[in-house]
């Protein structure tokens, strides 16, 4: 899939540079065997495939934390926690937005991952390598990422939210 229509798809604010984006939409079974041949590059990528996943993992949160204190005025500290306690949950909040945005659409995934392989932890992770481009490419503007976020995962944030009440 060509990075124009991932923009479109995605719904992407202006970056600096999308060739991160498509890192973080490269799983690291894709990278192995799309760079065979160059081992210490595949190498190379897959580390910062996860430096990504790393990075975006903390801006996911703050911008969840972020959407919660402004959608909840009168929550406290521990009503708060308890609402974002699903969302950020070891992946399992990555994995509802990357659902929600059709990652599992759009994503480079080698041959050697079935289908039911394609879950969780996978498109988890490259949810937050998305959230670490988008912050980088933005130049670390963390609104950018943010409002991205909120603009395109708010609706999931609140399915969850409701779900538990």
Not at 57 to 69: H, P
Not at 111 to 120: P, V, Y
Request: hydrophobic fraction near 35%; glycine fraction near 6%; include cysteine.
């Amino acid at each position: 899939m060509d990075i124009e229509t991932i923009k479109q798809r995605l719904q992407l604010p202006p970056l600096k540079d999308y060739e991160t984006v498509l890192l973080a939409l490269s799983h690291n079974s894709y990278t192995k065997e799309a760079h065979e041949n160059q081992p210490q590059l595949s190498q190379k990528l897959r580390l910062q495939h996860k430096r990504l996943a790393h990075l975006g993992d903390g801006i996911m949160n703050a911008a969840v934390t972020d959407y919660l204190f402004h959608e909840f005025p009168d929550a406290d500290q521990g009503n708060l926690t308890q609402k974002s306690q699903p969302l950020k949950e070891r992946r399992k909040g990555a994995y509802w937005y990357a659902l929600h945005v059709g990652l599992d659409q759009i994503c480079r995934v080698g041959g050697s991952i079935n289908e039911t392989a394609k879950k969780g932890d996978m498109f988890g992770e490259m949810f937050e390598a998305l959230m670490g481009a988008i912050y980088l490419e933005s130049d670390r503007n963390f609104s950018v990422a943010r409002d991205w976020f909120h603009d395109q995962c708010g609706v999931v944030i609140e399915q969850q939210i409701s779900r538990k009440n």
